[in-house]
């Protein structure tokens, strides 16, 4: 029986409704933008990596190694996309 | 009569009602050909449903031809109007129209699909594949393509051309400055031609990581498809910004949002940062695959390995994750401060260095070689002192202080010109010659291809070289005339003439293939170059199912150490070989995408919708649909291989 049940994949629902609601405090509760955004940020990432591990299966089979490769390439992409795009549009915009 | 005038172009010209007339009659004459030749079975079976990786290439291969005669023409007669000064022979629009869509068409539709043709082509044959990871989704990819170029061409007859550049930079591409449809004809097929550039990275990247013959470990693989695999890399996670970016813009444009609007919050320098983004990338998508034909090229007609094989594969690895961390080089002139543009000043001149590692690369590999003057050997000859000097200038650039200078002048069209045609230009002409009789079973013709080149590279050198002059001088690009005190007028009418010899070289090569068809002989056996992968080890045409026996692959150069060391390429015998059936749904889809992109472009919402359903519905019958292929079986392989001789043991 324990083996059919499939514990976490329960688990990792629960776990994303929940990741869900703290996300949605930053909406019904007062709080500085500063704080807002982490929340949001943190809550995110953890919610995306939840998916990707437990529902899209990303550590279940042979080539989960460049899968994950795949996936750290792309997060450091968007990164520096990101990080580069506030750097010249905001941090460094002189006009 | 209202809904009908917004098809009407808004600067009429002579030029564009003879280009309908010609069109009109050119479709015409097609459908009367096809009927009288009762040729439309052939086109249908053949052609349109065909999932076959080596015909898809070679559809590649035609369109971008043809958007190579569209775009050169657009090249004309942008030179022409500047080979005097004052010159009174196409008005400001026209010329902005033309300028903006030799950029779009020059890129996305000729170099694109040129890079993608042969990738599509020899991509499979060099690791031993039957065909691509996903053989139907290969056909998708090249219908969007070729619908999102013909929606792109069809403008400049009905509703008007993109006028803002093909960089298309918001605020003046929005509709309060460009009024017209033409930018909307931008967002929307670049998009559906996107969508399959996009399919085509994710191809290749599977084909190219889970197909490879036994034995080809990666670091056997050959040069081009190591180029190729990096390249899709790139286009999978540079694709996606354009996407959103261009569907910023056209809901810009459509339903009067404001991401790039000066109001609002918005933020009208965003589209530029985010063009970029994709941009830069864009031009390594490009250059990559260059790389890999000019690596495949060099050893053949030198008769030596490829020297630093590891080195050319770290540098282009490097170029890959790099290109990504120097798109604001494009515009270190839009207000950010010092300190930014130093950054991104510094990311890009260190961009030179793998690429200069290559250049050496390819010099030590022709040093002592015994080096043959095909045509496809005198294109790789020429890219490099010219790539070089391009290559120089993009440092010069690089430094954002002097761009400050170089910004937005004809020495910034020089040097990218100077980058790109030795570069992605020389090196498909030239792999085209080399992989024709690949392709096609004959040979084209030496003679008038070295012709061709010549006539090519000397109208290139006088086309852009004055233009690095006039450009120190101040004459600024996308400006359709200037006044004769500036003194630019001499140097303008040297670029005119080597626009022309370019234009001649063209024609030249139309003419070579015309001439080989007629009089190249038939039978040039399976390896005429003396090559060295395994590309050559099948016969000449390639049959349907590449290998009749999967190579197995036991060195780098797995094709010429089967030719000369002894080793067994195919071992084994026949067995049935799995083929992926034939379908007509990515062209209905596609012409369906065709139709929703039209209806986007001039705001018809009825139609648009139904195309949306449409494209749905075709995607819901392709989940629902079974098909398993089917087999080619023994007995059928053993009479095509007898039919070419046997098998190449």
């Given amino acids: ?95 | 009569m209202g809904f009908f005038t917004r098809f009407l172009i808004p600067n009429p010209s002579p030029v564009i009602y003879t280009s309908m007339v010609a069109i009109g009659i050119t479709i015409l004459l097609i459908v009367f050909g096809l009927t009288h030749f009762k040729k439309w079975f052939y086109l249908w079976s053949g052609w349109l449903t065909t999932v076959d990786h080596k015909r898809i290439g070679i559809m590649y291969l035609i369109a971008a031809l043809l958007m190579l005669f569209r775009g050169g023409v657009d090249a004309v007669m942008m030179r022409a109007q500047l080979a005097i000064p004052d010159n009174k022979l196409l008005d400001s629009q026209h010329y902005n129209e033309i300028f903006s869509t030799h950029g779009v068409v020059m890129i996305l539709f000729m170099a694109m699909p040129y890079i993608m043709a042969l990738m599509n082509f020899v991509v499979p044959l060099q690791i031993g594949a039957r065909d691509v990871a996903f053989p139907r989704l290969n056909a998708i990819s090249f219908w969007l393509f070729f619908m999102g170029a013909m929606l792109f061409n069809i403008s400049f007859v009905i509703g008007g051309s993109p006028d803002a550049g093909w960089s298309s930079y918001f605020p003046l591409a929005g509709n309060e400055f460009s009024p017209h449809v033409g930018t909307n004809y931008y967002m929307i097929a670049i998009q559906i031609a996107g969508i399959g550039t996009l399919m085509t990275g994710i191809n290749f990247m599977t084909t190219i990581l889970k197909m490879r013959a036994p034995g080809m470990k990666l670091m056997r693989m050959p040069m081009f498809t190591w180029a190729s695999l990096v390249t899709s890399v790139i286009i999978i996670f540079a694709f996606p910004v354009l996407t959103v970016a261009l569907i910023m813009g056209t809901m810009d444009r459509l339903f009067a949002t404001k991401f790039f609007a000066m109001t609002d919050g918005g933020m009208d320098m965003l589209w530029a940062n985010l063009f970029w983004v994709w941009g830069h990338p864009e031009v390594y998508i490009l250059i990559l695959p260059a790389f890999g034909l000019f690596s495949e090229i060099i050893p053949t007609f030198s008769r030596r390995n490829l020297y630093g094989y590891r080195s050319m594969v770290a540098s282009m690895v490097f170029i890959s994750i790099y290109s990504f961390f120097v798109w604001t080089h494009h515009f270190f002139t839009m207000g950010q401060a010092a300190y930014v543009n130093s950054i991104f000043s510094i990311t890009t001149m260190v961009i030179a260095i793998p690429t200069g590692i290559k250049i050496f690369n390819w010099l030590f590999t022709m040093w002592r070689g015994r080096i043959r003057f095909t045509v496809p050997m005198l294109y790789s000859i020429g890219f490099i002192p010219l790539f070089t000097i391009g290559g120089v200038t993009g440092v010069m650039l690089a430094m954002s202080a002097a761009d400050y200078q170089y910004h937005n002048t004809m020495f910034l069209v020089a040097h990218f010109h100077n980058v790109i045609i030795p570069g992605v230009v020389f090196a498909v002409l030239g792999a085209a010659t080399y992989y024709w009789p690949k392709m096609f079973g004959f040979m084209l013709n030496e003679r008038l291809g070295k012709w061709a080149f010549w006539f090519l590279t000397i109208g290139f050198c006088l086309a852009f070289f004055p233009m690095y002059i006039t450009g120190l001088d101040g004459q600024a690009r996308r400006i359709y005339t200037y006044s004769e005190s500036t003194g630019f007028g001499p140097w303008n009418m040297v670029t005119f003439i080597g626009t022309v010899l370019m234009a001649i070289s063209f024609f030249l090569i139309v003419y070579t293939v015309y001439y080989s068809i007629r009089h190249a002989p038939k039978d040039v056996g399976d390896d005429p170059w003396d090559a060295r992968s395994l590309e050559w080890a099948t016969h000449n045409p390639v049959p349907e199912y590449n290998f009749a026996i999967i190579p197995q692959v036991s060195s780098r150069e797995a094709f010429w150490d089967a030719k000369y060391k002894g080793h067994e390429l195919f071992k084994g015998d026949y067995e049935k070989i799995h083929m992926p059936n034939n379908s007509g749904g990515p062209f209905i889809m596609s012409c369906i995408f065709f139709v929703f992109g039209f209806a986007l472009v001039f705001s018809i919402w009825f139609l648009a919708i139904m195309g949306l359903i449409g494209i749905f519905v075709c995607m819901a019958l392709r989940s629902f649909e079974i098909d398993h292929g089917r087999y080619i079986s023994v007995e059928e392989i053993k009479e095509t291989e007898a039919k070419y001789g046997g098998v190449n043991k």
Avoid at chain 1, 45 to 74: G, N, P, W
């Fill in chain 1, 1 to 95: 029986m324990k083996e059919l049940f499939p514990a976490k994949q329960v688990w990792g629902f629960v776990f994303s409704l929940i990741l869900t609601l703290a996300a949605l405090t930053v909406y019904f509760f007062n709080m500085s933008k500063a704080m807002g955004m982490t929340i949001f940020i943190l809550t995110a990432f953890i919610q995306a990596a939840v998916q990707l591990v437990v529902f899209m299966h990303a550590r279940e089979t042979d080539d989960s190694k460049s899968i994950f490769m795949t996936l750290y390439c792309a997060i450091f992409l968007a990164i520096i996309t990101v990080v580069g795009t506030i750097l010249c549009m905001i941090w460094g915009w002189t006009y």
